[in-house]
């Protein structure tokens, strides 16, 4: 079956701009996960969806940064005024029941 | 805080050679760790999941081993080929910080020349 995917592959935006990217799951896992890698800070956790429960929130690094998951699948990350240390590889994972993670090809931010 | 470090952070080797990668974890409570890979400007493929209660798993060329006692793993990759060439990660799923939440290790960049 299909894997983890996300769009776009690559976006290039303006410092200041918002900008959403998006994650398809697998289809019937009920896990949902950002992540992100830097060249600084390497791979870290972001945010995290269970099913209807509360997503953790935890790893997300101001409050320019929100997540939201529609209807149990598509995932969709937004950043608000955007900064260039926001560049980064936006990488999304899903599992089934909290299990082993299935990454998806992540987008490539650049902030200008 | 739980920090999982590579080692070492950079190989080279001649295509053929048998190699160690090691990964270290400073919480001996963790669920599992998974080992990936990754080529340029890629995701992360999955390559061996061991759980809480196994100690290795293997998949073709590749095996890996967990002590989590000593806060330890090794990926083992026999008979290297070019097209191993990539960055290996591992990450741990910790106990005490929520386990869904990966911790993943400083990588290791691997090429192995023909």
């Known amino acids: 079956g299909a894997g983890v995917s996300q769009s776009p592959s690559n976006k290039v935006t303006e410092k200041g701009k918002d900008v959403e990217l998006r994650c398809d799951p697998i289809?019937?896992?009920?896990?949902l996960y950002w992540y992100r890698q830097s060249l600084g800070q390497g791979l870290e956790f972001l945010i995290y969806f269970q099913g209807n429960s509360a997503p953790d929130k935890s790893g997300l690094p101001s409050d320019r940064f929100s997540a939201e998951r529609t209807g149990g699948s598509v995932s969709t990350l937004t950043i608000q005024r955007t900064q260039q240390e926001d560049s980064a590889v936006y990488l999304c994972?899903?599992?089934?029941?909290?299990?082993?993670?299935?990454f998806g090809p992540g987008t490539r931010l650049t902030v200008t | 805080k739980q920090e999982v470090t590579q080692i070492p952070a950079a190989l080279s080797v001649p295509e053929g050679e048998n190699l160690v990668l090691n990964c270290s974890f400073t919480?001996?409570?963790?669920?599992?760790l998974q080992w990936f890979r990754q080529d340029p400007g890629k995701g992360l493929t999955s390559l061996l999941l061991i759980q809480s209660s196994q100690r290795e798993q293997t998949s073709g060329r590749l095996n890996a081993s967990l002590d989590k006692s000593s806060g330890r793993s090794t990926l083992y990759i026999a008979a290297s080929q070019p097209g191993d060439s990539a960055t290996y990660l591992c990450?741990?799923?910790?106990?005490?910080?929520?386990?869904?939440?990966?911790?993943f290790g400083t990588g290791t960049r691997l090429l192995v020349s023909p």
């Open positions: 994972a899903s599992s089934l029941n909290t299990y082993e993670q299935y």
């Open positions: 289809s019937g896992h009920t896990a």
């Open positions: 990450a741990v799923y910790p106990m005490n910080t929520g386990f869904q939440k990966l911790v």
């Open positions: 919480d001996s409570a963790i669920y599992n």
